[in-house]
């Protein structure tokens, strides 16, 4: 069974742009959440998304939106890139919003580099 | 302010070495904390625990909770050079309203087993 998937991998933008990370959950999975994670901390939490529905977002300007589709795949898109918007930006499944079994997994990430 | 504090930052230390690394938190309404190994990109579950003294193992790793203390230990025997990684604490938070919970991440423990 496939993982979590992100794409693009790695993408490289200037400031001003905006960007569209996308991700697919383990099939199956119905909630998805999204994390930032910058050199040399820890990912910290920017969405979560359980049935459609946006059901967590945390302390991230609105220059940050997400959704999720009817097929569960999730999309983040951040517009007017900052230079302190670069990161790793971790997508992870859970079977249910919750995390009632705890495990929440985890895709290899979009690294984001904006010049 | 929710924080998730870790230490050490970074560690050293030789195959075979055991290694104790530390987690601390100060959080409103805990639910949870989980570890995770971050090796590359994606973050791979290792532990959750919610009940405080009973202590989870898995092959040389194991980890407890202390909740009133407020913190939580994990310890690798026997340590082997694949065990090199970063190694994450995040704490579960509850969250009302009909919200799901998000982790709280540290900055995580860089582990770097020699041979």
């Known amino acids: 069974d496939a993982g979590v998937t992100q794409s693009p991998t790695h993408l490289i933008k200037t400031r001003g742009q905006h960007v569209t990370l996308r991700c697919s959950p383990i099939?199956?999975?119905?909630?998805v959440s999204w994390y930032q994670q910058v050199l040399g901390q820890g990912p910290q939490f920017i969405f979560q998304?359980?049935?459609?529905?946006?059901?967590g977002r945390g302390n991230f300007p609105d220059r940050f939106s997400a959704r999720q589709f009817p097929n569960y795949s999730s999309e983040l898109n951040v517009n007017a890139l900052l230079l302190g918007d670069s990161a790793l930006y971790l997508c992870?499944?859970?079977?249910?919003?919750?995390?009632?079994?705890?495990?929440?997994?985890f895709g290899e990430g979009s690294r984001l580099t904006v010049l | 302010e929710d924080k998730v504090v870790q230490s050490p930052l970074s560690l050293v230390v030789h195959e075979g070495d055991t290694v104790t690394l530390n987690c601390s938190y100060e959080?409103?309404?805990?639910?949870?904390l989980l570890w995770y190994k971050q090796e590359k990109k994606a973050p791979t579950f290792l532990f959750m625990l919610?009940?405080?003294?009973i202590e989870k193992k898995s092959g040389r790793l194991s980890s407890i909770l202390d909740k009133k203390e407020l913190f939580s230990i994990l310890n690798i025997t026997a340590t082997q050079t694949g065990d090199s990684a970063i190694y994450l604490c995040?704490?579960?938070?509850?969250?009302?309203?009909?919200?799901?919970?998000?982790?709280?991440f540290g900055k995580g423990t860089k582990l770097s087993v020699k041979p």
């Open positions: 959080v409103t309404n805990f639910r949870s």
């Open positions: 992870a499944s859970s079977i249910r919003g919750g995390m009632g079994t705890g495990e929440l997994f």
């Open positions: 995040a704490v579960l938070l509850w969250r009302g309203g009909g919200s799901q919970g998000n982790l709280i």
């Open positions: 998304y359980y049935e459609k529905e946006e059901r």
């Open positions: 919610t009940s405080s003294g």
């Open positions: 099939s199956g999975h119905k909630s």
